[in-house]
C-alpha cells in the first residue's frame, strides 16, 4: 500500500462491457481494464497470507506447548503433487502468452490458449487428487486428524491449502468459460487476477510443503 | 445549547471525580507486603489521569461555551501554535506520564512476578476445578505426592487425584477447602488447573493469577494480618462461575500449627 | 473526458425488479443501508439483553412476566437464572462487538459513503459486496439461532476463552450447540469482514475520481481505509482460530486442550494443547477490532466536527497519521489483556510499553479536537452535539486504559468492573455516539428527509446523561474489587455496593427507553421528515454535491472532478463560507 504510484490521479474506471471492436474474438480479451482486480487480488493474497502466518504461529506454540509432538513421514506423493501443481503454473504462463496473442493478432491462438488453459485446470485436479491420495496413505498409517497434533497440522495446512486451490479451479473454469463463450466477453483483468492467484497458490504450497518438511 | 452543553459536562466531570476525591470507593485495606507499591501506583495515576480527565472535560466545557453559536460574527480565528504545539505537548505531556508511571513505576510488577520466592517459604498447592477451590499442604514429608486425574473422585474427597494406596508421599497430603496460612511467613502457591481456566483473586492481597490447565503456574505473598479474606475465581470458568469462592484464613503461626496438627491427625 | 463516460456507461445497469433493487442488491448504497439496519436490528437485541442482565443483577428473584418463552430453562417462570445470564452476556458481548461495531460505523457508513466521497460509481467488487453483506447476514442469524436451540446460547462470554470452549458439552449448558453456533456464526462472520476489507481497500486506491489524490480524501474515507487494513490482518487470523475450535470440538484435535482435563467428572480424552494459544490468537484479534470499533467513529466525528466549525482542522494530515500510528501499533499489544494469564511475566513489559505508546497519538488526536474548537463557530445540532459528546466519553473511557495498561495495577483491576467501564465508555459510546452523529449529519442523503431536530436533541440529552450514569460508576466498582461476569455476589461484599447498583440498573433502563425516540425519529423522519436539499448543512465534500438521495450510479454519470482538499471552510467562495471539492472556483490562499 505504500506505493507512490497511486499517488498519482486516476483516470476513471476503464470500461468493462463488450467493446465495439469488430470481431467477437478479438473482444474475448479486453485490454486497460481494472486495476481494480489487480490490487483486490494482491490484497487477498495478503489476507491469506496472514492467515497461514496465524496457522504457523499456532504449530510454533502448539509445538512447545507439550512434548507430543511425534515425527511423521510425509507421503512421498506429496512431491509428485508439487511437480504438478508447479507445472500448472508454466502451462499457465503459455495459456497466458496464447491468449495475448489472441487479443492482439486476432490470431486462431484461441484454440491454443484453451487448450493451455485445459491443462493447467487439469494438473490442478492432479493436485487435488494426489493430496486426497496422500490422506488416504496418511490414513492407511492409522494417522487421522486427531491422531497427534503433527497429523492435526498436517491435515489442516493440507485441506486450508486444497480449499484455495479449489477456489482457483472455480475461477479457471470461470475464466475458460467466458473465453470460450462467442457471446460474454473475458476481462483481460479478470484472467490476470486469476493466473495471479494460481502463481500464489503454487508458491503458497511450497510454503506449505516446507512447514511440514520441516516441523513434523 | 452550547452552554447548556458547557454546563451539563463540568458537572458530570465533577460529579465523576468526586467519588474518587472523596475516597467514597476505595479497594480494601491491603493486607501484604508488596500491596502498598502496586495502590501508590495506582493513586499516583489516579492523580495524573484525574487531572487530565478534567483538563481535557473542562476545555472542552469551555470552547463549546465560548465558541457555539456565536452571535459576534467575529473572524474565525485558529489555537495559537496549531498543530504542532498539539504534538509537541502530547509528546510531552503523555511522555512524561509514561515514563513516570509505565517504566519506572514496572518496580511494582517486578516486585511480585521477578523477585523468586524465598527458599524458606511455605509451599501450598491450590486446585481450582469447576466450581471450588481446593489446597493442599505437603504435611511432615514436606513433599507433594502425584496427581493422577484419572482417580480424581469427588464423591470419595479424592479431590486431587491422588493415590496413597501405592503413592507413599501422598498420604501425609492435608487437603483443605480453606487456605489457612501463618501470618508473616511467605508463601509460595503453586497453582493447577483441574479442567478449565480459572483465576486467583484475593482483593486484599492485591494478587491476582489465573490457573491454566496444563501449565505449571506460581504466585507467592506474605500476608501481613491476620483475618478471613474472599478468595473469588475470576476467570469465566462456567455456570457455576459465580459461586466459585473460597477463603484466605491468615492465623498467628502457633493457631496455623495448631490446625496443620488437627488436620493431620483427621488423616 | 468523453470517451471515458462513454464506457463508463457500461458499468452496470440500473437494476430492475425488487428483489435486484434492495434485496440482492450490488449497489453499495443499498449494501450500506442494509447493514444499517442489520447493525439496528442487533443493537436493539443487544440492548435488551442488557437490560435483562442489569435486572438480573439487582432484582434476581423478580419475575419478568414472559421471558419463559425466551427460554424454558434458563428463565423458569420469567426467572433468570444464574447461568442464563451468562448466556445473556455472552451474546451482548458477540452481539455488539461484531454485529453492530463491525456493522455500524464501518460497513454501513463505509458502503454507503466511501465510493462516493471518492467520486466514484460504485464499489471495485459489487458482487462480492454483496456477498459480504449477506454472509453477514447469515453469520447473524447462525448467532441467533442459539437462542432457540434447546441447547441455549453459549456461556464462554465474547472471548471464549479455551478449554472451556473447547471441551464441548460437558463444560455446561450452551457448550454443547450452542458453542458451535457461536464459532461458526463467527468463522462465517469473519469471511463476510474479510471480502468487505478487501472491497474498500482496492475501491479506495482504484477508484478514486480524476483529482482526488490520496490527501485530498475526507478524513473519514482514510478512516475506513485504515480500518480496513486492520479488518484484513485481524479477521485473517480470528478465521483460523475458529477453525482450530471447532476442530478441537468437533473432530477431537487438541489445539486448544492440554492433557489430563477432568470435565464435569469426565477424563477428557484430549492432550497436550495450549490454551493460551487461543488467547493469543483471539487477543491477536481482539484488540485491532477494538480500533475497527473505534477509528470508524473517529473519522466520521472529525468530518462532522469541521463542517460544524465551519473551519478546517488544526490539521487534517496529523490525524490522519494519528490513525495510521494507532492502526500500527494495535498490532503489537494484545498481550495487555493477558497480563495474569499465566504468560511470561517479562512479556507482559513488553506488551505494556506499546500500549502506553499508543496513548500519543490517541492524545494527539483528543488535543487536534480539541485545539481546533478553539476559535471557530460551531454550530449546534444533534449531529454536532453527539460528535462534541464523542470527544468527552472517548476522553473518559481511554483514560481508564492508561491504568488497565500498567501490568502492576492491572493485577487489581483486571476482570473487574474498571475494564467493563473502560470498554463501555469507549466502544458502547463513544463509538456509538460516533454513529448517532453521522446518522442525523448523513439522514438526509441516504433518505431524501431530514431528521427531526428536537428529537434529535432530546435524545442526545438523554443518551449523554444516561451513558455516564451508566457507565461512570463501572469504574467505581471495579476499584472496590467487584469482578466481572458475576450474575450475584456475596452479601456481606455487596451490600454497601447494592445502591450503586440499583442505580446503574435504573439509568440503564432509563437510557435505553431514550433509544426509543432515536428509532421513532428514524421511521417517522424517513416518512414524514422535510425533504432534503442536496446539502443541507453547506458541506464540501462529494457526497453533498449530488442530489439527496443519490441516483443510482452516483453522479448520474458525470464523473467528478477534484480540484481541492476536502475541508474548504472559512473562505470566500460563490456559494458561501466554503469551497466544494469538486467546484473549479479558486482556493481562497
Ligand atoms: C473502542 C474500543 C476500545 C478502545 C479505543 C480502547 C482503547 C484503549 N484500551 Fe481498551 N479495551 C476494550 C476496548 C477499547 N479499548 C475492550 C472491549 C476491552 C475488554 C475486552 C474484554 O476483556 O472483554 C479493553 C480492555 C483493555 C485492557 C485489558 C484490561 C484487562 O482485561 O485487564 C487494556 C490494558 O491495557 C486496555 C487499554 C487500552 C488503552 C491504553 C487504550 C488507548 O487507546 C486509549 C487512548 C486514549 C486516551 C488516553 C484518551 C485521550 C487522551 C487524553 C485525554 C490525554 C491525557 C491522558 C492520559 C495521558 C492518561 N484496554
Ligand atoms: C457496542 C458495545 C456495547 C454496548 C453498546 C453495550 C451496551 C450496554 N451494556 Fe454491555 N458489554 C459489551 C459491549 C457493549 N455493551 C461487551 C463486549 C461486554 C462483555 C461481554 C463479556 O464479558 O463477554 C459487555 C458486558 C456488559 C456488562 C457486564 C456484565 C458482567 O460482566 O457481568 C454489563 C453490566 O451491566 C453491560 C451493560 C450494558 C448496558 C446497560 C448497555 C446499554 O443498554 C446502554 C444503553 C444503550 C446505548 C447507549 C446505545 C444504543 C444504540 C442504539 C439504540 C442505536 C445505534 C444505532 C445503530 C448501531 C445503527 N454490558
Ligand atoms: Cu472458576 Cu470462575
Ligand atoms: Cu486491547
Redesign the interface.
Given at each position: 500500500m505504500s506505493s507512490t504510484s497511486y499517488e498519482s490521479v486516476r483516470k476513471p474506471p476503464p470500461a468493462l462491457g463488450v467493446s465495439k471492436a469488430s470481431s467477437a474474438r478479438v473482444a474475448k480479451v479486453l485490454y486497460g481494464a481494472g486495476e481494480a482486480s489487480r490490487s483486490g487480488i494482491w490484497v487477498g493474497i495478503f489476507a491469506i497470507t496472514m492467515s497461514f502466518a496465524a496457522f504457523t504461529s499456532a504449530l510454533f506454540v502448539r509445538q512447545g506447548s507439550s512434548a507430543d509432538w511425534a515425527h511423521i513421514a510425509l507421503p512421498a506423493i506429496l512431491y509428485g503433487n508439487t511437480l504438478a501443481l508447479l507445472l500448472s503454473s508454466a502451462t499457465l504462463q503459455r495459456a497466458r502468452r496464447a491468449i495475448l496473442a489472441v487479443a492482439a493478432t486476432e490470431s486462431h491462438a484461441v484454440r491454443q490458449g484453451l487448450g493451455w488453459l485445459m491443462a493447467t485446470l487439469a494438473l490442478g485436479f492432479v493436485f487435488i487428487g494426489g493430496q486426497y491420495q496422500a490422506w488416504r496413505q496418511l490414513a492407511a498409517q492409522g494417522l487421522y486428524l486427531a491422531t497427534n497434533p503433527n497429523s492435526s497440522f498436517y491435515y489442516v495446512l493440507t485441506a486450508m491449502h486444497g480449499l484455495h486451490v479449489l477456489a482457483g479451479i472455480a475461477a479457471l473454469v470461470f475464466v475458460m468459460s467466458r473465453f470460450a463463450s462467442r457471446h460474454a466477453a473475458l476481462r483481460r483483468s479478470t484472467f490476470e487476477a486469476t493466473a495471479t492467484y494460481w502463481h500464489f497458490m503454487g508458491v503458497l504450497w511450497l510454503y506449505v510443503l516446507l512447514v511440514l518438511r520441516t516441523k513434523l | 445549547m452550547g452552554k447548556l452543553f458547557a454546563i451539563v459536562l463540568v458537572i458530570i466531570a465533577l460529579a465523576s471525580a468526586y467519588p474518587i476525591v472523596t475516597h467514597m470507593y476505595v479497594m480494601p485495606e491491603d493486607v501484604s507486603t508488596h500491596g502498598h507499591q502496586i495502590d501508590e501506583q495506582l493513586s499516583d495515576t489516579m492523580a495524573e489521569a484525574g487531572i487530565s480527565f478534567l483538563l481535557a472535560q473542562f476545555v472542552l466545557a469551555i470552547f463549546v461555551w465560548k465558541f457555539a453559536e456565536r452571535k459576534d460574527g467575529g473572524k474565525l480565528k485558529n489555537f495559537p501554535g496549531g498543530a504542532k504545539i498539539m504534538v509537541a505537548g502530547a509528546f510531552i505531556l503523555v511522555g512524561t506520564e509514561i515514563l513516570a508511571l509505565g517504566v519506572f513505576g514496572q518496580r511494582a510488577w517486578a516486585n511480585v512476578y521477578f523477585t523468586p520466592p524465598r527458599p524458606d517459604a511455605l509451599q501450598i498447592q491450590a486446585q481450582a476445578g469447576q466450581f471450588a477451590f481446593y489446597f493442599r499442604y505437603p504435611g511432615a514429608d514436606g513433599k507433594f505426592g502425584a496427581i493422577y486425574p484419572d482417580k480424581i473422585d469427588e464423591g470419595n474427597q479424592n479431590y486431587f487425584g491422588l493415590d496413597p494406596a501405592n503413592d507413599i508421599e501422598s498420604r501425609d497430603d492435608i487437603v483443605s477447602a480453606e487456605l489457612v496460612i501463618p501470618v508473616n511467613r511467605e508463601i509460595h502457591l503453586l497453582m493447577h488447573a483441574k479442567d478449565v481456566g480459572h483465576s486467583f483473586y484475593v482483593r486484599e492481597l492485591r494478587i491476582q493469577q489465573d490457573f491454566v490447565p496444563g501449565l505449571d503456574l506460581s504466585v507467592h505473598f506474605t500476608a501481613t494480618k491476620i483475618g478471613r479474606y474472599e478468595i473469588v475465581c475470576t476467570q469465566l470458568c462456567g455456570l457455576g462461575h459465580y459461586n466459585m469462592k473460597a477463603y484466605l484464613n491468615v492465623m498467628a503461626q502457633d493457631d496455623f500449627e495448631k490446625w496443620v496438627k488437627q488436620k493431620a491427625s483427621e488423616l | 473526458m468523453e470517451e471515458?463516460?462513454d464506457?463508463?456507461a457500461?458499468?452496470h445497469p440500473p437494476p430492475e425488479g425488487f428483489l435486484r433493487k434492495y434485496v440482492f442488491s450490488l449497489d453499495h448504497k443499498v449494501i450500506g443501508k442494509q447493514y444499517y439496519a442489520l447493525g439496528l436490528l442487533a443493537v436493539c437485541i443487544g440492548m435488551a439483553l442488557s437490560w435483562l442482565m442489569r435486572f438480573h443483577l439487582v432484582w434476581p428473584t423478580t419475575r419478568i412476566p414472559g421471558l419463559e418463552l425466551l427460554s424454558k430453562a434458563g428463565a423458569p417462570g420469567g426467572i433468570i437464572t444464574?447461568?442464563y445470564?451468562?448466556s445473556l452476556l455472552t451474546m451482548h458481548g458477540t452481539l455488539m462487538v461484531f454485529f453492530v461495531l463491525t456493522n455500524a460505523p464501518f460497513a454501513a457508513f463505509g458502503n454507503y459513503f466511501l465510493p462516493i466521497q471518492i467520486g466514484?460509481?460504485d464499489m471495485?467488487?459489487p458482487r462480492f459486496n454483496m456477498m459480504s453483506f449477506w454472509t453477514t447476514l447469515v453469520a447473524f442469524l447462525v448467532l441467533i439461532l442459539a437462542f432457540i436451540i434447546p441447547d441455549g446460547p453459549p456461556?464462554?462470554?465474547w472471548?471464549s476463552?479455551a478449554?472451556?470452549s473447547a471441551?464441548g458439552k460437558d463444560?455446561?449448558?450452551g457448550?454443547g450447540w450452542g458453542m458451535n453456533l457461536w464459532a461458526i456464526s463467527i468463522a462465517i462472520f469473519c469471511i463476510g469482514s474479510?471480502l468487505g476489507?478487501?472491497?474498500f481497500?482496492?475501491?479506495t486506491?482504484?477508484?478514486?475520481?480524476?483529482?482526488?489524490?490520496?490527501m485530498r480524501m475526507p478524513i473519514c474515507t482514510w478512516a475506513w481505509f485504515i480500518t480496513s487494513?486492520i479488518a484484513?490482518?485481524a479477521?485473517?487470523?480470528l478465521?483460523?482460530?475458529c477453525?482450530?475450535l471447532l476442530?478441537d470440538r468437533a473432530?477431537?484435535?487438541?489445539?486448544f486442550?492440554?492433557?489430563?482435563?477432568?470435565?464435569?467428572?469426565r477424563?477428557q480424552a484430549h492432550?497436550?494443547?495450549?490454551?493460551?494459544?487461543w488467547q493469543?490468537?483471539f487477543w491477536?484479534f481482539g484488540h485491532p477490532e477494538v480500533y475497527i470499533a473505534i477509528l470508524p467513529s473517529m473519522g466520521i466525528v472529525s468530518h462532522i466536527l469541521i463542517n460544524s466549525?465551519?473551519?478546517p482542522l488544526?490539521?487534517a494530515r496529523?490525524i490522519i497519521y494519528s490513525m495510521m500510528s494507532i492502526g500500527f501499533l494495535s498490532w503489537m499489544v494484545w498481550g495487555h489483556h493477558m497480563f495474569?494469564?499465566?504468560m511470561n511475566?517479562f512479556s507482559?513489559?513488553l506488551f505494556?510499553?506499546p500500549t502506553?505508546?499508543i496513548?500519543?497519538?490517541a492524545?494527539?488526536m483528543?488535543?487536534?479536537w480539541?485545539?481546533?474548537?478553539?476559535?471557530?463557530?460551531?454550530?449546534?445540532n444533534a449531529a454536532s452535539?453527539f460528535a462534541?459528546g464523542f470527544?468527552?466519553m472517548f476522553?473518559?473511557g481511554g483514560?481508564?486504559g492508561?491504568?488497565l495498561?500498567?501490568?502492576?495495577?492491572d493485577?487489581?483491576l483486571?476482570?473487574?468492573y474498571f475494564v467493563v467501564g473502560h470498554f463501555h465508555m469507549v466502544m458502547g459510546v463513544a463509538s456509538l455516539f460516533g454513529v448517532f452523529a453521522g446518522t442525523y449529519f448523513w439522514f438526509s442523503k441516504m433518505t431524501g428527509r431530514m431528521m427531526n431536530q428536537t428529537l434529535g436533541?432530546l435524545h442526545f440529552?438523554l443518551t449523554?446523561?444516561g451513558t455516564?450514569c451508566i457507565f461512570?460508576p463501572f469504574h467505581?466498582?471495579g476499584?472496590?474489587?467487584n469482578?466481572?461476569?458475576?450474575?450475584?455476589?456475596?452479601d456481606d461484599?455487596m451490600g454497601p455496593l447494592m445502591p450503586?447498583h440499583k442505580f446503574i440498573t435504573i439509568a440503564a433502563l432509563g437510557t435505553g427507553a431514550a433509544q426509543l425516540i432515536f428509532i421513532f425519529n428514524l421511521i417517522y423522519s424517513r416518512y414524514k421528515g422535510v425533504p432534503a436539499p442536496e446539502n443541507p448543512w453547506n458541506g464540501t465534500t462529494l457526497e453533498w454535491s449530488i442530489p439527496s438521495p443519490p441516483p443510482w450510479n452516483n453522479f448520474g454519470g458525470k464523473?467528478p472532478i477534484i480540484y481541492h482538499d476536502p475541508y474548504q471552510y472559512?473562505v470566500k467562495g460563490l456559494k458561501g463560507d466554503y469551497i466544494m471539492q469538486d467546484s473549479p472556483e479558486p482556493s481562497a490562499g
Open positions: - | - | 471515458a463516460s464506457q463508463q457500461h458499468v444464574p447461568e445470564y451468562l466514484a460509481e471495485a467488487f456461556i464462554s462470554g472471548t476463552y478449554p472451556l471441551v463444560a455446561g449448558p457448550m474479510l476489507a478487501l472491497n481497500i482496492a475501491t486506491l482504484d477508484l478514486r475520481a480524476k483529482g482526488m489524490t490520496l487494513c484484513l490482518l479477521f485473517a487470523v478465521l483460523p482460530a477453525i482450530l476442530l473432530a477431537g484435535t487438541s489445539f486442550i492440554p492433557s489430563g482435563l477432568v470435565v464435569s467428572d477424563l492432550s497436550g494443547g495450549s490454551p493460551l494459544l493469543h490468537l491477536f466549525m465551519r473551519k488544526l490539521s496529523v495474569v494469564s499465566g511475566p507482559s513489559l505494556s510499553f502506553l505508546t496513548t500519543i497519538p492524545t494527539i483528543t488535543l487536534i480539541l485545539g481546533s474548537l478553539y476559535g471557530a463557530n460551531i454550530r449546534i452535539l462534541l470527544i468527552s476522553v473518559s483514560v481508564s492508561f491504568f495498561a500498567q501490568p502492576s495495577i493485577i487489581v483486571h476482570a473487574t436533541q440529552w449523554f446523561i455516564y461512570m467505581y466498582l476499584l472496590v474489587g469482578v466481572r461476569r458475576y450474575s450475584s455476589f456475596v461484599f450503586l464523473h472559512d
